[in-house]
């Protein structure tokens, strides 16, 4: 299973949709908020999302767990659960929610890391100067600069 991840484009269209182009045989493209922009122009990409922050006027809800052929995933922006300060409170709501993977955004940071069983993932940003993303494959992550 091939997934895209992407987070924090705070408004590039022209990048997601680079990326998305890019990565088409994904099964699926998760975004982690901060899109940043009206859903009828990231509609067609078939993204599944979050709101984030900024993302004001956003009908997306702050949080998806999703059953994906038995792997739960938790998507997020972060935001709610202050990553940029620590990861704990996030993994405690992993840990409770019984996801297998985390999905998230809002520092700009890319992270991969395995903690109590459950696998972090932050594919950084689009929109910062660093501009990067995330590719995972069948429990393979690789990021990707642009």
């Known amino acids: 299973m091939k997934w ?4 924090d484009a705070h408004g590039a269209l022209d990048r997601l949709k680079m990326v998305n182009k890019n990565h088409s045989d994904a099964d699926y493209h998760f975004d982690a908020g901060d899109i940043c922009l009206p859903k009828h122009l990231y509609e067609p990409l078939h ?9 004001f006027g956003s009908d997306e809800p702050y949080v998806r767990i999703l059953d ?5 995933v938790m998507l997020t922006h972060g935001h709610r659960e202050h990553v940029k300060l620590t ?3 996030l993994l405690n709501i992993a840990l409770a929610e019984r996801v297998d993977i985390v999905i998230y ?12 069983g ?23 992550v ?5």
């Open 4 to 7: 895209l991840i992407t987070s």
């Open 47 to 55: 993204l599944v999302t979050v709101k984030g922050n900024n993302d």
């Open 68 to 72: 994906l052929k038995g792997i739960r």
């Open 87 to 89: 990861r704990e409170s």
């Open 105 to 116: 955004g809002h520092t700009h940071q890319p992270y991969y890391q395995i903690d109590r």
């Open 118 to 140: 459950i696998t972090m993932i932050n594919p950084g940003a689009l929109g910062d100067y660093h501009k990067s993303y995330a590719v995972y494959v069948d429990g393979q």
């Open 142 to 146: 690789t990021f990707y600069e642009l």
